[in-house]
């Protein structure tokens, strides 16, 4: 019987996170406008204007971007039992310098102690990962400091919001590489997982917003090839799959795919997974079937099949689907046995290299006042604490 969901990608933010410069690269609005109540309203009306889509979604994931992060994470903790997901690692983003210089109202520091005090609210239910930009000043010693002191399980990296993934590149400023090599050794020492962003949708940069090719070009997945070389153990997943569209294109030989390339990778590379956030031709009528033709027949490969994670991009697919929705597409699609695999084994071993809760995580337990019985049923069954 399966013990539940588990969500390696999902993020928790709000407008005071995003800088509207930001937002503009995005969209050709501007912030206030996205966060007065009378434009949700008007979502919310062309429900009724134009039947069949899902505008009240969006009036819905804009009121909650204007809650606080604390209340955020509230409605996603409800989202979560509806779902029956037991654990989601929340990705943070740190937008400040690639925004234009534009810095969100809230501090990225004070970002990550406020989500550090929400995992220690929500223990073994909300395990988050800190975001890693290599520009930042003082860096390494907030990444190490957040993981190996304020509960956070993992490292996020968003490679087009400006910097090349190889610390070798031409591309990247000298103390950047320098960073990143630093960053690589100690999680490769550490067994800390890394998301990277992985698709040719999504943030990137305000200087490299005229430069579609070098966005491309940072955030492809060959980009990773001379890290995963210099770094072969390094727990590493490519979010996204490469995108949905490449995705849904892998058996197309006339569309490079990148969803190929990774597959490469982890064909390469044992510590190499992929996950399914934004996954939306998962749930699109026209699309659905052959992406779970396609999902079902990576998953009958014997090395695929250990590599594929579940994920769904919430609160960036809130628009549209609930928690609910995205994990029963794939309930419905998908044997018992892969799914477990999939939302729950893969998983776990993407997230907890050995099966053990790292000692990192205990400690961090321990000084909120967390024991053992506090702890979720999935976790005490599954890892060693």
């Not at 310098?97 to 989500?115: C, D, G, L, T, W």
């Not at 975001?131 to 907030?142: N, Q, W």
């Amino acid at each position: 019987m399966m013990q539940g969901i588990i969500n390696v990608h999902c993020h928790l933010l709000n407008f005071e996170s995003v800088p509207d410069s930001f937002l503009r690269t995005r969209a050709p609005v501007n912030e206030w406008l996205i966060r007065n109540k009378f434009t949700g309203w008007l979502a919310r009306g062309l429900t009724f204007v134009l039947p069949g889509n899902k505008h009240d979604r969006l009036h819905e994931m804009m009121a909650i971007m204007r809650k606080d992060i604390n209340t955020v994470a509230e409605t996603y903790i409800s989202e979560m039992n509806e779902a029956e997901i037991v654990l989601a690692t929340p990705l943070m983003m740190d937008i400040a310098i690639a925004s234009f210089n534009v810095k969100p109202e809230i501090p990225y520091r004070y970002q990550v102690e406020k989500v550090s005090d929400i995992a220690s609210e929500y223990p073994g239910v909300i395990m988050p990962f800190v975001m890693f930009d290599p520009r930042r000043r003082s860096v390494s010693e907030l990444i190490k400091t957040s993981l190996g002191e304020m509960g956070f399980l993992g490292v996020k990296m968003y490679p087009p919001l400006g910097y090349h993934p190889d610390p070798c590149s031409f591309l990247n400023a000298a103390d950047v590489n320098y960073t990143l090599q630093e960053i690589y050794e100690y999680c490769e020492d550490n067994s800390i997982p890394i998301t990277t962003h992985c698709s040719k949708g999504g943030a990137y940069s305000g200087d490299l917003m005229h430069c579609k090719e070098l966005v491309l070009d940072f955030c492809h997945p060959s980009s990773w090839k001379g890290v995963l070389k210099r770094y072969p153990k390094l727990d590493i997943n490519f979010a996204h799959f490469g995108g949905n569209g490449d995705f849904l294109n892998m058996d197309n030989p006339e569309y490079d795919s990148w969803s190929n390339v990774i597959q490469e990778l982890i064909n390469e590379y044992d510590n190499v997974y992929a996950d399914t956030a934004y996954h939306d031709g998962a749930l699109i009528e026209k699309t659905s079937r052959d992406y779970f033709d396609i999902l079902i027949r990576l998953m009958n490969d014997n090395k695929m099949k250990e590599r594929i994670i579940f994920g769904t991009d919430w609160l960036m697919t809130r628009h549209t689907w609930k928690e609910e929705e995205y994990v029963e597409a794939f309930t419905r699609e998908l044997p018992a046995a892969m799914l477990e695999r999939i939302a729950f084994r893969n998983p776990l071993n993407f997230l907890f290299p050995g099966g053990k809760l790292p000692s990192r995580i205990k400690n961090f337990f321990e000084k909120k006042g967390i024991d053992e019985a506090d702890l979720p049923q999935w976790m005490k069954s599954n890892l060693k604490i």
